[in-house]
């Protein structure tokens, strides 16, 4: 990091005391040399390539200029953070580099070999192998090297900076007409830059859980609640460690970050664009200081503003931001620059996928990639759902490293917990008895389900909500369930009525899709076969539409200026797919539910539904085609939890009791009911107990029985 901050730099103060020593140093100046040359090309009209190799060479270069025209040949540089005088393993290191650079029989065929140090060769008369000019100079004689060599040092790199204006306002302002002036103008608005991004992007704020309104009408600060995500590599098994994202912020670096649905992809982007200049953030989290310039793009507005004025350039689009939504007039082009030429800045573009058609995203990314390229040395993050993230928009993986969002894991979700009822609850004791028990019932092995919902971000805090307002967990699951789903559709309304804010449209609108999705849950559970299988159904999307579509137009009015049915199907299902996130892409043109949890509930809530009208009799005529089949159990253990009165609920236990053979109804099914903890099962215990024990006699597996769904229901029985 440069140490420029309001002092007088005088000209023959080269980089080895403006930069910081050791390996930083060394990378802090690559990066510098990198930024001169690349804007020392643009000027001659050449072309400039920066490896930016790991290793520090790339066939003894740093960097190379190469004149398209082939009037001048390549030339090649290499960077070394060596001072004068040289020390004798640095003139090895050097006479390493020539070598493996004159060794090399492929392209860049040099024409010039330059070596750049930040201060000037001596030509000590002290030392007996002579000083670093003549030793310089000898190298090609020596070597029989094939090109011409050159040195540069803090008189080269100078003048560089005196052709660059805005790299040379920020190391060596006094250089510049009013640079002093000029730089503490950019100082009094990065202050005011600094804490409005804070203010903005600061609280954590619940979006589609208008079903809570009590509770999330405020954000909570991100110091008070965030557990910093991990990612993995995109194309690693989930087996392998998982990386910090705050390890992967160096300056250069290239990242997309994909994630499902309320995987955390948003939050995550605004906590690595504030952890830089956030103390409270620094605190928690460990992290250092970085006064690079955070500049945090929501692309969908982007788009917005490509609808009114297609050749909006990006960086235009940025300065109008700015200075609209941070009341910051003076954050203007020089300002940007000053961060954007000096490679000072970390880009933040949120939601490629969230762009709405294929050419917008082609368009946007395009300018993306040019703007980055200008300005290069800058940190580069962008986040976009996994599906919808396209080969035809997609970034380069060469360039672009790729990472997906992991999944939460047991401590990081008790550590929200925690959090979560530390801002929520002020009583010590009523606090801890809180997270005693939501962490209970996340870590219990009989309620995987939870605990697999809970894996995920949004779904994880609708599981703190639910268990503080709406249910004592799991025995009131079914809340959950429900929940969830009201508040992952509940984005329609701002997706398909952005422009006209009505309640009317919000109410049909969220009435219309729940019954179109319990829909495609039951047709889809209904086909997904008798077996006992613990994995969700996956149907061809042209099937799906084609139900949907068929759906529609036989349980939906249809005026005379409505769209067609297949239009709504498709338009339905892109909806779900890509914003609410409860279907996903399971192959190719091949659809699922996120979660099979989700598949259930809105099969046994289609099931309710369909069949209110026609009483338990009609529920049970419904149901009693699947009594024998085990992918069903659950889902009537769901809905037995669904009807609304204790009557309906014991009616159909009795219909299960008295109507079926004790072979097909199985302790899974009988021992859920007892577990589930409904007043209704708890009434008639003695016979389901009875029914129990008759199974396992008739089955020679009393063994399993005891010590498996009665062994549970004892046990749940004990806890109160």
Same mark, same amino acid.
């Given at each position: 990091?440069?140490?420029?901050? #309001?002092?007088?730099?005088?000209?023959?103060?080269?980089?080895?005391?403006?930069?910081?020593?050791?390996?930083?140093?060394?990378?802090?100046?690559?990066?510098?040399?990198?930024?001169? +040359?690349?804007?020392?090309?643009?000027?001659?009209?050449?072309?400039?390539?920066?490896?930016?190799? #790991?290793?520090?060479?790339?066939?003894?270069?740093?960097?190379?200029?190469?004149?398209?025209?082939?009037?001048?040949?390549?030339?090649?540089?290499?960077?070394?953070?060596?001072?004068?005088? +040289?020390?004798?393993?640095?003139?090895?290191?050097?006479?390493?580099?020539?070598?493996?650079?004159?060794?090399?029989?492929?392209?860049?065929?040099?024409?010039?070999?330059?070596?750049?140090?930040?201060?000037?060769?001596?030509?000590?008369?002290?030392?007996?192998?002579?000083?670093?000019?003549?030793?310089?100079?000898?190298?090609?004689?020596?070597?029989?090297?094939?090109?011409?060599?050159?040195?540069?040092?803090?008189?080269? @790199?100078?003048?560089?900076?005196?052709?660059?204006?805005?790299?040379?306002?920020?190391?060596?302002?006094?250089?510049?007409?009013?640079?002093?002036?000029?730089?503490?103008?950019?100082?009094?608005?990065?202050?005011?830059?600094?804490?409005?991004?804070?203010?903005?992007?600061?609280?954590?704020?619940?979006?589609?859980?208008?079903?809570?309104?009590?509770?999330?009408?405020?954000?909570?600060?991100?110091?008070?609640?965030?557990?910093?995500?991990?990612?993995?590599?995109?194309?690693?098994?989930?087996?392998?460690?998982?990386?910090?994202?705050?390890?992967?912020?160096?300056?250069?670096? *290239?990242?997309?970050?994909?994630?499902?649905?309320?995987?955390?992809?948003?939050?995550?982007?605004?906590?690595?664009?504030?952890?830089?200049?956030?103390?409270?953030?620094?605190?928690?989290?460990?992290?250092?200081?970085?006064?690079?310039?955070?500049?945090?793009?929501?692309?969908?507005?982007?788009?917005?503003?490509?609808?009114?004025?297609?050749?909006?350039?990006?960086?235009?689009?940025?300065?109008?931001?700015?200075?609209?939504?941070?009341?910051?007039?003076?954050?203007?082009?020089?300002?940007?620059?000053?961060?954007?030429?000096?490679?000072?800045?970390?880009?933040?573009?949120?939601?490629?996928?969230?762009?709405?058609?294929?050419?917008?995203?082609?368009?946007?990314?395009?300018?993306?990639?040019?703007?980055?390229?200008?300005?290069?040395?800058?940190?580069?993050? @962008?986040?976009?759902? @996994?599906?919808?993230?396209?080969?035809?928009?997609?970034?380069?993986?060469?360039?672009?490293?790729?990472?997906?969002?992991?999944?939460?894991?047991?401590?990081?979700?008790?550590?929200?917990?925690?959090?979560?009822?530390?801002?929520?609850?002020?009583?010590?004791?009523?606090?801890?008895?809180?997270?005693?028990?939501?962490?209970?019932?996340?870590?219990?092995?009989?309620?995987?389900?939870?605990?697999?919902?809970?894996?995920?971000?949004?779904?994880?805090?609708?599981?703190?909500?639910?268990?503080?307002?709406?249910?004592?967990?799991?025995?009131?699951?079914?809340?959950?369930?429900?929940?969830?789903?009201?508040?992952?559709?509940?984005?329609?309304?701002?997706?398909?009525?952005?422009?006209?804010?009505?309640?009317?449209?919000?109410?049909?609108?969220?009435?219309?899709?729940?019954?179109?999705?319990?829909?495609?849950?039951?047709?889809?559970?209904?086909?997904?076969?008798?077996?006992?299988?613990?994995?969700?159904?996956?149907?061809?999307?042209?099937?799906?539409?084609?139900?949907?579509?068929?759906?529609?137009?036989?349980?939906?009015?249809?005026?005379?200026?409505?769209?067609?049915?297949?239009?709504?199907?498709?338009?339905?299902?892109?909806?779900?797919?890509?914003?609410?996130?409860?279907?996903?892409? #399971?192959?190719?043109?091949?659809?699922?539910?996120?979660?099979?949890?989700?598949?259930?509930?809105?099969?046994?809530?289609?099931?309710?539904?369909?069949?209110?009208? *026609?009483?338990?009799?009609?529920?049970?005529?419904? #149901?009693?085609?699947?009594?024998?089949?085990?992918?069903?159990?659950?889902?009537?253990?769901? +809905?037995?939890?669904? +009807?609304?009165?204790?009557?309906?609920?014991?009616?159909?236990?009795?219909?299960?009791?008295?109507?079926?053979?004790?072979?097909?109804?199985?302790?899974?099914?009988?021992?859920?009911?007892?577990?589930?903890?409904?007043?209704?099962?708890?009434?008639?215990?003695?016979?389901?107990?009875?029914?129990?024990?008759?199974?396992?006699?008739?089955?020679?597996?009393?063994?399993?029985?005891?010590?498996?769904?009665?062994?549970?229901?004892?046990?749940?029985?004990?806890?109160?």
């Amino acid at each position: 990091m440069a140490k420029t901050a #309001a002092r007088r730099i005088p000209a023959e103060v080269d980089l080895t005391k403006i930069l910081p020593g050791g390996v930083e140093g060394g990378k802090e100046f690559a990066r510098v040399i990198d930024l001169l +040359l690349f804007y020392d090309a643009q000027r001659k009209g050449v072309r400039s390539l920066l490896f930016n190799d #790991a290793a520090g060479d790339y066939r003894g270069l740093d960097s190379l200029q190469d004149d398209r025209m082939r009037t001048t040949g390549t030339t090649g540089y290499q960077y070394k953070f060596y001072p004068s005088p +040289l020390s004798d393993n640095h003139r090895a290191d050097i006479e390493d580099t020539l070598i493996t650079a004159s060794a090399n029989k492929k392209k860049p065929k040099l024409k010039k070999w330059i070596l750049i140090t930040p201060q000037n060769l001596l030509e000590s008369s002290r030392r007996r192998d002579g000083g670093d000019v003549s030793w310089f100079e000898s190298l090609r004689e020596k070597h029989r090297i094939p090109f011409e060599i050159e040195h540069w040092g803090h008189k080269q @790199i100078l003048a560089l900076f005196l052709s660059t204006p805005v790299l040379c306002l920020y190391y060596y302002p006094n250089l510049v007409a009013e640079g002093q002036e000029r730089r503490r103008t950019i100082q009094e608005t990065r202050l005011a830059y600094d804490v409005n991004l804070v203010s903005l992007y600061r609280d954590i704020q619940f979006v589609g859980m208008s079903v809570y309104k009590p509770e999330t009408s405020h954000g909570i600060a991100m110091e008070n609640i965030y557990i910093p995500l991990r990612v993995r590599p995109e194309l690693a098994s989930r087996a392998n460690s998982r990386e910090d994202p705050l390890q992967l912020l160096s300056p250069g670096s *290239k990242r997309v970050f994909l994630g499902d649905p309320g995987s955390g992809k948003s939050t995550l982007l605004r906590f690595l664009a504030l952890v830089g200049t956030s103390s409270p953030l620094q605190n928690r989290y460990s992290a250092k200081p970085d006064d690079r310039l955070p500049i945090l793009i929501t692309l969908r507005r982007y788009a917005d503003a490509l609808k009114s004025n297609r050749d909006l350039p990006l960086i235009d689009y940025i300065l109008n931001s700015v200075k609209a939504d941070f009341s910051l007039p003076s954050a203007d082009l020089e300002y940007f620059l000053f961060y954007l030429e000096s490679g000072r800045a970390i880009f933040a573009f949120d939601g490629l996928d969230e762009l709405p058609n294929s050419q917008l995203k082609q368009l946007v990314r395009d300018r993306i990639v040019t703007l980055t390229g200008t300005y290069p040395g800058n940190t580069i993050l @962008i986040t976009s759902r @996994i599906v919808g993230y396209d080969a035809s928009f997609s970034l380069n993986r060469e360039e672009y490293s790729h990472h997906v969002l992991a999944a939460l894991e047991i401590p990081e979700i008790e550590a929200f917990v925690s959090d979560w009822y530390g801002v929520r609850i002020e009583n010590l004791r009523e606090r801890t008895r809180n997270v005693e028990d939501l962490v209970r019932i996340i870590r219990d092995e009989d309620h995987l389900a939870i605990r697999q919902l809970a894996s995920n971000p949004l779904l994880l805090t609708i599981i703190a909500l639910v268990h503080r307002v709406d249910a004592v967990l799991p025995d009131d699951r079914v809340v959950l369930y429900q929940k969830c789903t009201e508040t992952l559709l509940n984005t329609w309304h701002a997706y398909k009525y952005a422009e006209f804010d009505q309640q009317t449209n919000k109410t049909k609108a969220e009435k219309r899709n729940k019954l179109r999705i319990e829909a495609i849950a039951h047709w889809m559970h209904c086909n997904a076969g008798s077996e006992k299988i613990s994995s969700r159904a996956v149907v061809a999307k042209s099937v799906l539409l084609d139900f949907l579509t068929k759906h529609i137009s036989q349980t939906e009015p249809q005026g005379p200026n409505d769209e067609d049915p297949a239009d709504k199907a498709e338009e339905f299902l892109d909806f779900v797919r890509r914003r609410a996130g409860l279907l996903i892409e #399971a192959g190719d043109e091949q659809f699922s539910f996120v979660h099979l949890t989700f598949q259930e509930f809105l099969t046994a809530s289609f099931m309710a539904t369909e069949n209110e009208p *026609k009483g338990i009799e009609g529920l049970w005529l419904a #149901a009693k085609a699947h009594i024998g089949e085990p992918r069903w159990y659950e889902v009537f253990r769901l +809905l037995v939890a669904i +009807l609304k009165s204790p009557e309906s609920q014991q009616l159909f236990i009795d219909k299960l009791i008295r109507e079926c053979d004790v072979s097909s109804l199985s302790p899974e099914l009988l021992g859920g009911l007892l577990i589930d903890g409904n007043d209704a099962a708890e009434s008639r215990k003695r016979k389901i107990v009875s029914e129990l024990l008759t199974f396992a006699s008739s089955t020679n597996s009393l063994e399993n029985c005891v010590t498996g769904p009665l062994s549970e229901w004892l046990g749940e029985k004990r806890k109160l």
